[in-house]
C-alpha cells in the first residue's frame, strides 16, 4: 500500500467530521451558512467531499461550532493541513506565562485548598493547603500520582466515607463532568472516566444523569471531620461546608491552555471558616 493511501486511511474524513460537528450543535447547513457567511452550497460540497475548503473558511466553520482546538487540529489534518493549534504540554516553555500566574493564583488562595487540573480531572498542581487538607482526612500519600479528584472523592478509601451529603455531591459532580467538558463534548476518555466512577460500590447510574438540585446558590460539599468529643448526636463530628470557584483561560490558542482549569475552595459559612483555620493549624506546617 503507498503512503498517500495509507494516511488516507488513518485521517478521518473530512465530511463526516463536520457533519458529525454541526449535528452535534442542533445546527442545519442553513443555520451554519446564516453564522458564516458560507454559501449553503458550499457546506453541502464539503460535508459530501465534492470540495475542500480553505483554511480560513474550514476554521471559520470551526468557531461558529465552537470546536475544541484539539479537534480543530483533526479536521485541518483531514483537510490536508498542517494543525494550527500547540499540542504541547501544559508545563512546556510556551506555557509559562500562564503557569506562572496560575502559581500566583494557588498562593493567593492560602489557607484554603486550590488545585490545578486537566480536562479529565487529574491534579496537575496545588497551593499547599489542599494536600494539608486532605490529609486530615486520610493519607495522601498511599494514593499514587497522579492524583485524581475525581477518583479521590468516589474512592470508598478516599474522601468519599467524609463527605456528609455524598448522594447530592456525587449528582453534582456528574453533572459537573458534563457541563465542564471542553466544548461541551463528553469525549471517549471521559466516557471511560465516568465508567470507572459508576464501578465503585453503591454508585447508582442514574446518578450520570445531570439533574437540578434545589434552589440553593450552591451544593455544598460538606466534609464530616471527627473531633475528640464524642460522635456526631452528641456535637462531636464536625461538619465543615465548602463550595468551588472554577477559572478557565480566556481567549486560548493552545491546546493545553483550552483544557486547564483551577479549581478554589471556599467556606461556606463563617462557622466552616473558623473550624478550617483551627483544622489546619492542627494539620501544622507540610
Given amino acids: 500500500m503507498k503512503s498517500a493511501?495509507?494516511?488516507t486511511n488513518m485521517t478521518p474524513n473530512l465530511g463526516v467530521l463536520l457533519r458529525h460537528w454541526r449535528d452535534l450543535r442542533g445546527r442545519s447547513q442553513l443555520d451554519l451558512s446564516l453564522d458564516t457567511g458560507i454559501?449553503?452550497?458550499q457546506i453541502s460540497f464539503v460535508e459530501s467531499g465534492r470540495s475542500v475548503p480553505g483554511r480560513q473558511t474550514l476554521m471559520?466553520?470551526?468557531q461558529a461550532l465552537d470546536i475544541p482546538l484539539r479537534d480543530r487540529n483533526i479536521l485541518l489534518l483531514a483537510a490536508g493541513y498542517a494543525p494550527m493549534f500547540s499540542e504541547n504540554a501544559w508545563d512546556s516553555a510556551e506555557m509559562t506565562g500562564v503557569t506562572k500566574a496560575l502559581k500566583r493564583m494557588l498562593q493567593q488562595h492560602e489557607p484554603f485548598p486550590a488545585l490545578v487540573m486537566d480536562r479529565y480531572w487529574n491534579v496537575l498542581m496545588t497551593n499547599e493547603a489542599a494536600p494539608r487538607f486532605f490529609g486530615c482526612f486520610?493519607?495522601?500519600t498511599a494514593r499514587q500520582g497522579p492524583r485524581n479528584m475525581l477518583h479521590l472523592m468516589f474512592d470508598p478509601q478516599?474522601?468519599?466515607p467524609f463527605v456528609a451529603n455524598w448522594p447530592e455531591v456525587a449528582k453534582s459532580l456528574f453533572e459537573r463532568v458534563y457541563r465542564?467538558?471542553?466544548?461541551r463534548v463528553v469525549d471517549d476518555r471521559t466516557k471511560a472516566l465516568l465508567a470507572e466512577l459508576l464501578a465503585y460500590p453503591d454508585v447508582k447510574s442514574d446518578w450520570k444523569n445531570p439533574v437540578a438540585i434545589g434552589f440553593m446558590p450552591t451544593i455544598p460539599l460538606g466534609f464530616v471531620k471527627p473531633t475528640k468529643e464524642g460522635p456526631a448526636k452528641e456535637g462531636g463530628d464536625r461538619v465543615l461546608n465548602y463550595f468551588s470557584m472554577v477559572t478557565t483561560v480566556g481567549t486560548p490558542q493552545t491546546v493545553a491552555a483550552q483544557e486547564l482549569r483551577i479549581e478554589c475552595?471556599?467556606?461556606a459559612d463563617e462557622a466552616t471558616e473558623i473550624h478550617h483555620a483551627e483544622m489546619m493549624a492542627e494539620a501544622g506546617n507540610p
Avoid at 180 to 183: L, T
Fill in 5 to 7: 493511501d495509507l494516511k
Fill in 39 to 41: 454559501s449553503q452550497k
Fill in 60 to 62: 471559520t466553520i470551526a
Fill in 138 to 140: 486520610i493519607d495522601m
Fill in 158 to 160: 478516599g474522601m468519599r
Fill in 180 to 183: 465542564e467538558s471542553i466544548g
Fill in 265 to 267: 475552595m471556599f467556606p
